[in-house]
């Protein structure tokens, strides 16, 4: 009897364990069939719902010249993720210029999340796939809607978050220099600002906010730009409106800035808002509270100059303290912002902003409940629409490093903030103290594992070594470039007595010389041609693999040609005139 109640014991047990064991198994199918279903959900519906629902009803708005349909606005609920207590640090990909092939991105977002990124703040401008009445606004070489979803996917992958960046006042000549648009503009003769009086530009930016983020709902926060706003107040419009209001251009700009953000937070809850803040800065605190933007948007507060005045930074911070804000951004940056036509980083500069920015992160907690969210790490590639390429995002990857190690690794030897009193929340000396340790000999060695070099030396902004970063040849080549194509073709042409003496502007313009004189320079001639132009031919087909063909033609129209064109047109004459075998001068 006993092994009967034991036995029975037994099969019980087993019974139970497979019913335990089949539930597991529904359950965990359950879970793959839900995700194959949200899988199948998202790549088939649309921004408003399934691709057979036609959604909410557009309302129309007819302007001249331009027709421009402007959403409904309604809710359209975010799920973005807390990262308020998360201090990030974005890497701004400024798109505006020299925009890359996505396949460099699949080898950069790896490597910036080894630096210690966890971000990218991505300025898409005309590189954006705008379509419908926008389709205008994008470049030939714009990216397509595959690219933008997996730009987003690699992002992820690397535990990047992407954060879009769609200029909503200033900076809109790509905007404004179509025909279709002008009439959107500020003053008539200028493409940089909106004017803001004409409904027809706040309806379009709800076209151009709501395509880009139909593409971006994995986003927390999205940029709007905001900054520079050139001419405001001076248009006809504006002019009108200060007279009747008695206003100011204060007013003017946090009056467009909250229609902005009453769209965004009510078309996309939870979504959190970024804008620089230079144009707040002129505008009083009884001002910024009366408006209510601090409770919708945080300001970005960017200076990029090597030692700027943090005591000035510090009355910023406590204005949008005193404003009601709740988070502030920082901006530094890693290149482009040491002159419009720069080709080549200065590694000490960008190193030696970074070091100031840690001296305001490290006062923050007396500015609360002001906290501290995160900086963006600038990288402009063009100063506007209209000006000239900056470095190139290869040659700035090595001061990029320099830069995010420092702020990753950076700390500093202060005194007890609480030793530091001053009207404005401390002392100016809180953000003078002469011992920050962000960029240390460890950083220093972690810097050159991950680039690939055995030194750097800061203040010449070089580096040894063939490094092992993602575009690492045209590092070198721009290099060679900047140290040696003008130099040399100079040298040969101003300093070579015999070509000074036998073949200048004069016998090449007539046409005549002796072969005697001409041969003695003409080997070393035609061989530094032969030289550069294999060079240059090397570094093209390196810049194709990464960029568009209108960024390599425009690099080498502004780096090259300049310098290798005055050696191109002497070895012509010197091959046409060689041949004529010291015929009399031409008339």
Not at 172 to 182: D, P
Not at 275 to 291: H, N, T
Not at 333 to 343: D, E, H, M, R, V
Not at 397 to 412: D, F, K, R, Y
Request: hydrophobic share 40%.
């Amino acid at each position: 009897m006993a092994f009967q109640r034991s036995h029975k014991l037994n099969l019980l047990r087993i019974v139970v364990l497979l019913l335990v064991a089949l539930a597991g198994i529904k359950f965990l199918f359950r879970d793959s069939l839900t995700l194959q279903l949200h899988k199948h959900i998202s790549k088939d519906s649309t921004f408003w719902g399934d691709a057979g629902d036609s959604g909410p009803q557009s309302q129309a708005v007819e302007v001249h010249p331009a027709k421009i349909t402007a959403p409904r606005q309604g809710p359209k609920q975010q799920f973005p993720k807390d990262l308020s207590a998360t201090e990030m640090r974005l890497v701004h990909l400024d798109l505006k210029g020299a925009a890359p092939r996505v396949s460099y991105l699949e080898q950069l977002f790896p490597f910036l999340s080894r630096l210690g990124a966890n971000g990218i703040l991505i300025e898409y401008e005309d590189m954006f796939p705008f379509k419908g009445e926008l389709e205008v606004l994008k470049s030939p070489y714009a990216y397509s809607e595959e690219d933008i979803e997996w730009i987003q996917q690699l992002a992820e992958l690397h535990k990047l978050e992407v954060v879009p960046l769609v200029q909503t006042f200033g900076h809109v000549e790509f905007i404004l220099k179509h025909t279709k648009y002008q009439h959107l503009r500020e003053v008539e003769r200028f493409p940089n600002s909106f004017n803001p009086h004409v409904p027809d530009t706040l309806a379009l930016l709800k076209v151009m906010l709501s395509q880009v983020m139909e593409k971006h709902r994995r986003s927390s926060w999205i940029h709007i730009g905001a900054d520079e706003v050139f001419h405001l107040g001076e248009g006809k419009d504006s002019r009108n409106w200060m007279s009747r209001n008695k206003g100011d251009t204060g007013t003017i700009y946090l009056n467009h800035i909250k229609e902005v953000l009453d769209f965004i937070s009510t078309q996309y809850r939870g979504l959190r808002v970024l804008m620089w803040d230079d144009m707040l800065r002129k505008i009083s605190v009884g001002a910024l509270q009366e408006s209510g933007i601090a409770k919708h948007v945080s300001p970005v507060v960017w200076f990029y100059a090597p030692d700027f005045d943090a005591e000035q930074i510090g009355q910023f911070i406590t204005k949008y303290m005193e404003s009601g804000f709740e988070a502030v951004w920082f901006a530094s940056a890693f290149k482009g912002t040491t002159g419009p036509t720069q080709t080549w980083p200065p590694l000490s500069s960008h190193l030696k902003n970074q070091l100031s920015w840690l001296r305001v992160r490290e006062a923050m907690p007396r500015f609360a409940p002001l906290r501290f969210q995160g900086i963006v790490l600038t990288g402009w590639q063009r100063y506007d629409h209209y000006s000239v390429l900056c470095e190139l995002l290869p040659v700035g990857i090595p001061s990029l490093a320099i830069c995010l190690q420092t702020l990753v690794n950076g700390e500093l030897l202060l005194p007890p903030l609480s030793a530091l009193q001053h009207p404005w929340g401390l002392h100016p000396s809180v953000f003078s103290w002469p011992s920050p340790g962000g960029f240390t000999e460890e950083t220093r060695r972690k810097v050159l594992e991950v680039l690939g070099f055995q030194s750097m030396q800061l203040e010449q902004s070089t580096c040894e070594g063939r490094g092992a970063f993602p575009g690492a040849e045209i590092y070198h080549m721009v290099e060679q470039l900047n140290r040696h194509l003008k130099e040399s073709i100079t040298k040969m042409l101003e300093e070579e007595s015999a070509i000074k003496g036998w073949f200048s502007p004069y016998h090449r313009k007539h046409q005549f010389g002796n072969p005697r004189n001409m041969e003695s320079f003409g080997s070393k001639v035609l061989k530094l041609h032969e030289d550069w132009e294999g060079f240059v031919r090397d570094l093209r087909a390196r810049l194709e693999s990464i960029y568009f063909p209108d960024t390599v033609e425009e690099w080498m129209e502004e780096n090259v040609n300049p310098h290798l064109d005055p050696l191109r047109d002497l070895v012509r004459d010197y091959r046409a005139i060689i041949r004529l075998n010291a015929q009399p001068k031409a008339p």
